[in-house]
């Protein structure tokens, strides 16, 4: 975890103390690229939620299941099966 707080703090994602004030805790907190950051991953997400419910929703999909279904049960197998229409 230290590892990936270095990295984001490197890349200034997120802000923290080089020294704790008791203990061995140091408080971390987010910086405003750290926060523009995650608003763009969030929003890269929703695009791909969009972009699967898309997918889900053709008419081809039942079809690219079966599909899917067919070479997962030829590989558990360890046979070409043909899938059904």
Partial sequence: MNDVLRS????????????????RSRPTHLTAQGEQ???A???????????????????????LLA???????ALEEGQPTEPDD
Avoid: K, N, W, Y
């Fill in 37 to 39: 950051t995650i608003r």
């Fill in 41 to 63: 991953a969030r929003q890269a997400l929703e695009s791909v939620d969009l972009a699967m419910d898309a997918i889900a929703e053709d008419p081809a999909h039942e079809q």
């Fill in 8 to 23: 984001f703090q490197s890349r200034g994602l997120v802000d923290r103390p080089s020294i704790a004030a008791s203990g």
């Fill in 67 to 73: 599909g899917l279904r067919a070479v997962i049960a």
